[in-house]
């Protein structure tokens, strides 16, 4: 597969559409930076875009929106988010807040956290797409894992060609810089990343904001980037590696051949795919931490694919104190 590259106008506008439609992976221009877009909403379209990157680990990422009241959709606006929205959307500024109950986003994409960042991105060709899609995007910055995010057509095609379906032709980005990410916690804004809109047009609206310390003692505030994505983490116990399932577990199992004696089992991927598996996998970890059983057992996953971050992840998450 070679992406197609898309002309910026509506014949190219609707062929994002069908493509984004049919959980194909389309790169899109925002104002920022270009985005590796898929249907948020898809489970096994966003876990390709994990495969895409090449990512080694699952990052919780931005759910894109055609203006604020499919925002408020997604995730709970409190006064300050819909102030921020108000001045800035579309714009460089995206907001972590909490996720709603009825939210239709694939938890793959929030990385099984609670919180959902959404943003809307400030691009005539990407704001049709949305409109006419009529659902969110999920799109991290459209680059191989580790490389330089892309803001022209041209870079995407070299970084990604061989991986996508297509990419839609917007020019070049006119911020060039990936947007500011604030987390609101508690009515509290907090900068969690630097970046297109400057910290003070923010702070003009909502006063200084928190900046988190990578130090802070008090266990209610949030300590750092990395830890204020902090990763999901399940209830009950989870036994890695485990082939010999007890009755008191509950067995997240992976390929065809699953053992038996397991209370309930569910399987991330009965042929041993390790882009379904990731697709599945915080959807069935919260669905089994929710029973009566004592653990969760999980299968071994092989290193392949995306099952180095399924494996990444599962080690957090069995050992939730580490952060
Ligand atoms: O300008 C941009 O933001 C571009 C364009 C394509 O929109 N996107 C982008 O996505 O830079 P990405 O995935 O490369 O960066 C998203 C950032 C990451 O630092 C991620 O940790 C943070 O947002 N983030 C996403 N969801 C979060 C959450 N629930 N809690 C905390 N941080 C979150
Ligand atoms: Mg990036």
Redesign the pocket.
């Known amino acids: 597969m070679t992406a197609r590259v898309l002309a910026g106008d509506a014949t190219g506008v609707a062929e994002a559409v069908a493509l984004l439609r049919a959980g194909e992976l389309v790169a899109l221009p ?1 104002e ?4 590796l877009a898929a249907d948020a909403t898809q489970d096994a379209a966003v876990a390709a875009i994990f495969a895409a990157k090449g990512r080694p680990q699952f ?4 759910a ?1 929106v055609a203006d604020q009241a499919a925002a408020a959709r997604l995730v709970e606006m409190d006064s300050l988010a819909s102030q921020l929205a108000e001045r800035f959307w579309p714009g ?1 500024l ?1 907001l ?1 807040l909490p996720r709603r109950r009825d939210c239709a986003v694939s938890w793959l994409a ?1 990385a099984g ?1 609670d ?3 959404v ?1 809307v ?1 400030d691009h005539p060709l990407t704001l049709a797409v949305l409109r006419q899609l009529g659902k969110p995007l999920a ?3 459209a680059n191989p894992s580790g490389r330089l ?1 892309p803001t022209t057509a041209r870079h995407v095609h070299d970084g990604l060609g061989e991986r996508i379906a297509a990419v839609l032709d917007g020019g070049p980005c006119a911020v060039g810089l ?2 500011t ?1 604030v ?1 609101i916690v508690d009515g509290v804004p907090w900068l ?2 630097p ?2 809109l400057p910290r003070a047009a923010i702070e003009a609206i909502v006063g200084p904001l928190r900046q988190a310390a990578a130090d802070a003692e008090d266990s209610h505030q949030p300590r750092s ?1 990395g830890q ?2 902090s990763h999901y983490a399940p209830r009950l116990p989870l036994r890695l590696h485990a082939n010999d399932p007890q009755p008191d577990e509950a067995l997240l199992a992976f390929g065809p051949a699953v053992p038996a004696g397991a209370a309930t089992v569910l399987n991330l991927s009965p042929r041993g795919d390790t882009t379904e598996a990731a697709a599945h996998l915080f959807d069935y970890l919260r669905r089994l931490d929710d029973g009566p059983w004592r653990a969760i057992a999980v299968m071994p996953i092989p290193p392949t694919g995306l099952g180095e971050a399924i494996a990444d992840r599962l080690r957090r998450a069995a050992t939730p104190t580490d952060g």
């Open positions: 925002t920022t930076v270009y985005g990052n919780p990422l931005i894109h460089p995206t972590v929030g956290l919180t959902l960042a943003r991105p799109a991290p910055s995010s990936e947007s990410v987390q969690l990343r970046g297109g980037p204020l994505a």
